[in-house]
């Protein structure tokens, strides 16, 4: 599926200009580690009530549904080749065009979506990116259905794909904070991977009781609607907290 390549293509290259220094630690750190005298029940008991204090901070329930919703989930980029027909764009130009090409692109939007979070902060980016992924949703399903139009289309979508993964890392490492880090992460972003079945679904209906059109510009509708709800919610939480 296409989840993955632009999953594998982001940490690909977002960690390897980190592999000498990790290799460095690997082999001259001790392999010593906090908490490896524990029992098994004892190292459970304690990621139980790390997880519970997370849940108990605000920003942690609202990060929690935020990455439940179909804010940059990149539905389309599952169903690409399927719809390729539409624009009447050949079977080889579209392997090349959703496999490697998307590929690269999207590992390209992964780095600078991490520089962007960095730059202007976690939240422009992830709403940012998710607002870019329905314009050109919008723009493409109102758009000639010609070959040029689909090469152009699916590689700028990659690239915000590219864009948005790094967003929802930014704003999961925010709220799950430094301790067990790791666990709550594959926690949060196994919860995350939720959207994507929906959202492949939804599409997929829209597609099949409509046509193609239909089916972007409802993407286009629920993300920006979503983005709404949840910027709403978001500034209500800010609000509180101050």
Not at 48 to 54: C, S
Not at 93 to 108: D, F, K, N, R, Y
Request: proline share 3%.
């Amino acid at each position: 599926m296409a989840f993955e390549p632009f999953f594998i293509s982001y940490s690909r290259s977002y960690f390897i200009p980190c592999y000498d220094s990790v290799r460095f630690r690997i082999i001259f750190c001790s392999t010593s580690w906090p908490g490896q005298n524990k029992t098994l029940k004892q190292g459970f008991k304690t990621i139980a009530l790390d997880i519970r204090e997370t849940f108990r901070l605000p920003i942690a329930i609202f990060t929690f549904f935020l990455i439940m919703t179909p804010i940059g989930v990149g539905g389309a980029a599952y169903v690409w080749s399927s719809i390729a027909t539409d624009w009447q764009v050949k079977a080889d130009t579209v392997a090349l065009v959703t496999g490697t090409l998307s590929e690269v692109v999207s590992a390209t939007g992964c780095v600078c979506g991490g520089w962007i979070a960095d730059k202007i902060g976690r939240w422009w980016a992830f709403f940012g990116s998710g607002t870019l992924m329905a314009i050109v949703t919008l723009v493409m399903s109102i758009s000639a259905y010609r070959p040029a139009n689909y090469v152009t289309g699916v590689l700028f979508y990659a690239f915000i794909i590219g864009l948005c993964y790094a967003a929802f890392s930014a704003i999961v490492l925010h709220a799950i904070g430094r301790g067990l880090a790791s666990t709550k992460y594959a926690l949060f972003t196994s919860i995350g991977n939720i959207a994507p079945v929906y959202i492949i679904a939804f599409d997929g209906w829209i597609h099949d009781a409509y046509n193609t059109t239909k089916m972007l510009q409802g993407e286009t509708v629920l993300g920006i609607g979503f983005i709404i709800i949840s910027l709403f919610a978001l500034s209500k939480l800010k609000l509180r907290k101050n």
